[in-house]
């Protein structure tokens, strides 16, 4: 046994002849470590590349389809503006002479009159009916005074129980204001008159709107409104005796901070106004509440009230 020579790798030492194998695949794991991270790093940056480029394609393609749409979208919401902020500010239509001569066939379907205008019957081209005003007075100062009133005040306000004011004309020979039309007219020709009576029920229901209306003006409005000639000649009724506050020619505008509003004339009809507004004294919006105390004893006695 002696003869034989030691095989390499076996015996004590025959370790040391060859190197290990987590020497030889170190280097190996080492890169392929490094090739892993690298990869994922790439593909991340690339994720992320093709996000923005996405984004920026989103972005781009937004505003060219903002581009080649906005003309019709901008018009439309510049139609919409523009109708909200007139909706907002309640503001009534300006009409011509020449579109009120033809709806009222040259003002000769004759309504009534009285001593600030005269009222025709008028159909528009869209078969919109309404009562148009044709003001008249001593001056041109007074004329101004009524139109300005009218407008300033109803013009600005809609409430069921109030006539509502669709516009007005304003031109060199006509001055004008175009209502809604009443189908019944006035009140005081259903409490007075002797074919044409009312039933309790009617009545009341007519009072309820009118007060209704009258607290409207004074508690509701943004700033209080004086109508100061409630009677039933100026109380319409529509096709279902619905009453609406009208003639506005006389009212004014006061701020709710001012209790008392200094009169430079006396207003109102005799028999319904307060006794204040013939003195030189400041009056409240409490003289509407005397006019329509004196319309309810109408009403309780369907008769006039004495002067």
């Known amino acids: 046994m002696s ?24 280097p190996f794991n ?25 984004r920026l394609c989103r972005e781009r393609l937004g505003r060219e389809s903002s581009d080649s749409v906005c003309p019709e979208t901008q018009s439309i919401t510049l139609n919409m503006d523009k109708f909200l902020n007139e909706m907002e500010k309640e503001k009534p239509s300006r009409f011509t002479s020449q579109q009120l001569r033809i709806a009222t066939d040259n003002f000769t379907n004759l309504l009534g009159s009285g001593g600030f205008g005269t009222v025709y019957k008028g159909i528009f081209s869209n078969g919109t009916m309404a009562a148009v005003k044709v003001l008249h007075g001593d001056s041109d100062k007074r004329i101004e005074e009524q139109f300005m009133a009218e407008v300033s005040t109803i013009g600005r306000v809609h409430h069921v129980n109030l006539v509502r004011l669709y516009g007005f004309c304003f031109d060199l020979n006509l001055r004008a204001l ?15 008159g002797e074919d044409k009576k009312l039933g309790f029920q009617q009545l009341q229901a007519i009072a309820l709107g009118t007060a209704k209306g009258i607290a409207y003006l004074h508690e509701e409005c943004q700033q209080r409104i004086i109508h100061y000639d409630i009677k039933p000649g100026n109380i319409l009724l529509d096709a279902n005796f619905l009453p609406k506050v009208a003639d506005f020619g006389l009212a004014k505008l006061c701020n709710r901070e001012k209790t008392h509003v200094t009169m430079t004339r006396g207003r109102g009809t005799p028999g319904h106004a307060a006794p204040e507004l013939w003195m030189p004294y400041p009056i409240t919006h409490k003289c509407d509440v005397y006019s329509f105390g004196m319309l309810l004893f109408e009403i309780i006695g369907k008769r006039r009230t004495l002067i």
Request: net charge negative.
């Open 178 to 192: 175009v209502y809604e039309y009443m189908v019944n007219g006035s009140f005081d020709k259903f409490l007075f």
């Open 30 to 54: 080492q890169a392929l470590t490094i090739i892993i991270v690298a990869t994922i790093v790439a593909l991340l940056i690339k994720v992320f590349f093709i996000a923005y480029v996405c």
């Open 3 to 26: 003869s034989f020579r030691s095989i390499p790798g076996t015996g004590d030492h025959g370790d040391d002849q060859f190197p290990d194998i987590k020497e030889i695949t170190k």
